[in-house]
Nanobody
Framework: QVQLVESGGGLVQAGGSLRLSCAAS????????MGWFRQAPGKEREFVAC????????YYEDSVKGRFTISRDNAKNTVYLQMSSLKPEDTALYFC???????????????WGQGTQVTVSS
């Protein structure tokens, strides 16, 4: 089992920045690729970004490319999502997730955190 705890969400004005963190425990963090997903009210959970175990590969959803950066620190068992130029449409509950291979598919991730709320005001 992998336990994941997100933090760093909050209320920010449009154009602002936030950095989300996801701390992992329970298994060897570097054995897992990590993903960030989000879910807005009334909408399905959607892919945001993912990073491979060794940090050699990253992928982003088109609407966040150039604004969001995913990174990881395997020594700290933590994955980050740096978000800048935030827009009201980025408002959602943000989740981190872990799986053994990198993937954009939410359904393929077996381990999930509880989420952290990001609200962007216009």
């Amino acid at each position: 089992q992998v336990q994941l705890v997100e933090s760093g969400g909050g209320l920010v004005q449009a154009g602002g920045s936030l950095r989300l963190s996801c701390a992992a425990s329970g298994r060897t963090f570097s054995d897992y690729a990590m993903g960030w997903f989000r879910q807005a009210p009334g909408k399905e959970r959607e892919f945001v970004a993912c990073i491979s175990r060794s940090r050699s590969s990253t992928y982003y959803e088109d609407s966040v490319k150039g604004r969001f950066t995913i990174s990881r620190d395997n020594a700290k068992n933590t994955v980050y999502l740096q978000m800048s130029s935030l827009k009201p449409e980025d408002t959602a509950l943000y989740f981190c997730a872990a799986r053994t291979g990198i993937s954009r598919s939410a359904s393929s991730y077996p381990y999930w955190g509880q989420g952290t709320q990001v609200t962007v005001s216009s």
